[in-house]
């Protein structure tokens, strides 16, 4: 129980991080788990027990495994030389110089202890990198060149820090055989991947022949596919799960580029799934480590030998390190470029070099890496400085972090802050304000006036095919249309043009409501409703005025008392309570008359008033008394419908389903005319249809 809530803990802080980062757009959202999992670990004590078996496998694996799926390009493809270059030799590299640099500066940590931590540092976050990269408009190939590396580096970087791992662990290292070792958990790792990629798609091809084209059962294979793969890797052939992994990832997005191995709606489905994992599971890494930090922390600055500042000028040395040594090899990639092989027409650049090597910021991997560092050796004694790695890797993390956010905007201003991969609930939001800038620019209209003018083009096609057997789903179907028209208006408007849209709304429904009001009246005194159905629909009616009070209507309160809110409801509840059953069902027959007489009144008061020789209709909304209107019409139709005993239930869901398509292929049409008379781009064309047939979709699966 103690896991189970802590997951959920986990998830929830998660969500509340994304809702921050919504408002704080400065701060990458990785940063805000941080500082989530710190406080949650002052102020309530919280703790987690990390085992390292499962830790690698439950993040390493799915990660990577996405990781795999993102990573052939074409441009990425045409540099794959340089890429495996900087993803080995310069992962290599770094490990070698940065651990004895670390060793000089920690003569306590053993030499492959700093190897394990920097090698652990090396891999960079794919998604930071490209956010980065094309915000500070880098050359292409070098864009290109960072890009990929990041997609791979995570493998060679991971499989450098589990030898050293291993070699503080047991005490020995043997080159020759490290180096045998290396050949046989990457080749076989690597065909592990591809074979066991290789098979499931032959299953998922067999089970599509058969007509076993389950989206469910497919989706959840998919999902199973990296952990099984890793698994197999690791446990039953001791070899490399990691690049088994990223491997079976690359296999499965060349594959489903080369034939579509699944149905739209798999790859559709399968494609949301791993971004709600990633996400999931990218956040609670981060989160983790701020909840670690401080237990890192405690037990480094209580330490004798390494105080407060000392450690954090360690991290931050570590960090200053790492970047040069990224500088240096991306300038000596350049000029070799330039200068041996001629691929760039474009001089080498250091201030070039240092942003790719400042894009290098550090991710979910690295943290989730050295989250797995073993507590104890194999004699049974606390594994050395883990808790100084530990710090030295999270700041580092952080300092990486920080530093990208500070300079992005000083090298190019006004760009959208940095992503991760932790940002992928707001990806799309960020690219639609990009399209929404350059469709304006090319003379576009916006995203919101095209849903508009699309929403409106629905309302007039179900309003043509209105009869008397369909005027209740009508209603139903143009009141839900309506409703995100009014929504839309609401966010195009400005704030000026909204407050009189609100004070037009607000005297419309005063009007409707005192209608309502006086025919309420009059079927008291006429006596075709009991005092007990008077006064449950008086009390429905001051609700509503409340609710308008609320919005703003100045000056309502002073025409009328109400009970308070809370005490009308135990009023009514008490009432309800002592009514008899017979009593009830004549208060529910009464209440729907109420309905029907009170609701139709509302409408005839809207049209006395438009009509009266002092108003001019003119200066109201139309939309507004079109949506006022519609809504009591619906509610008398839904009146109707229970009065009616020969009304069918599944005939009113048939033609809701029909009056569905209607309207969807209605709005279909509408994005036509927008793209044919060029008042959107292709590309939002194509955006607005995606909607429509997700529109569709749950249509389908909801009938």
Known sequence: MVIVEAVITLIVLVLLSSIISHYVTKIPVSLIQIL???????????????????????????????????????????LRGPIFENAIWLVFITTIIGGYFVNWLVPSMPLAAC???????????????????????????????????????????????????AAVVTGYFSLKNATVDFVYTALVGLIIGIVGMSLIIVLRNLLLKVHFNDVIFNVVLHILTPFIIYVIAEDALHASGVIAVVAAGIIDHLQTNVANTKSPEVNLLTNRTWDVIVYCLNGIVFLILGIELPVATRVVINGSEYRTLASFGIAFAVWVALLVIRVVWILGYELFSYYVTKRSNRKPSLSVA??????????A?????ILSVPALLSDGKAFPDRSLMLFIAAMVIVISLVAATIILPIISPGASPLETRASLIDKDEDDDETEDEEDEQAGYVSEDDARIFIIKSAIASLENNKTNDNERAVYDTVLDYQVELRNLLRKTRDDSAESKSLNEELSLRRVALEGKRN????????????????????????????????????????????????????????????????????????????????DQAAIDAISDFLSRSDINEQDFDSQIIHFIITFYQSQIERAHS???????DE?????????????????????????????????????????????????????
């Not at 240092?354 to 991710?363: D, F, H």
């Not at 991997?365 to 890496?369: E, K, W, Y």
């Not at 229970?642 to 069918?648: G, I, T």
Request: proline residues 3%; glycine residues 6%; charged residues 25%.
């Open 651 to 703: 005939e009113y869901e048939y033609q809701l389903l029909r009056l569905r398509s209607i309207a969807l292929e209605a709005e279909r049409r509408a994005v036509e005319r927008l793209i044919n008379n060029r008042k959107v781009s292709h590309a939002m064309g194509l955006h607005l249809r995606q909607d429509i047939n997700y529109k569709e979709t749950l249509m389908l699966s909801d009938n």
């Open 365 to 369: 991997i690295t943290m989730a890496g």
């Open 115 to 165: 190897f394990a931590l920097i090698a652990i540092l090396s891999p960079t976050d794919p998604i930071a990198v490209q956010s980065i990269s094309k915000r500070v408009h880098l050359p292409s190939n070098i864009l290109h060149l960072v890009s990929g590396e990041s997609l791979i580096n995570d493998a060679s970087g991971l499989i450098a820090f589990k030898y050293a791992i």
């Open 519 to 598: 025919a309420i009246k009059e079927l008291y005194r006429e006596k075709q409703i009991s005092k007990d159905t008077y006064w449950i629909a008086n009390r429905r009616i001051n609700r509503e005025e409340r609710r308008m009070f609320a919005n703003g209507y100045d000056g309502y309160k002073k025409n009328h008392w109400y009970y308070p809110g809370w005490f009308s409801s135990i009023l009514h509840s008490i009432k309800s309570w002592q009514v008899s059953e017979s009593e009830s069902k004549k208060t529910k027959s009464e209440l729907r008359l109420v309905t029907v007489v009170g």
């Open 642 to 648: 229970y009065n009616d005993p020969d009304e069918d």
């Open 36 to 78: 989530l999992g710190l406080g949650l670990a002052l102020f309530f004590k919280f703790k987690i027990d990390l085992n390292t078996d499962w830790f690698l496998l439950l993040f390493i694996a799915p990660l990577l495994f996405n990781d795999g799926r993102d990573f052939p390009k074409r441009e990425l493809w045409e």
């Open 354 to 363: 240092l942003l790719a090597g400042i894009s290098g910021v550090r991710g």
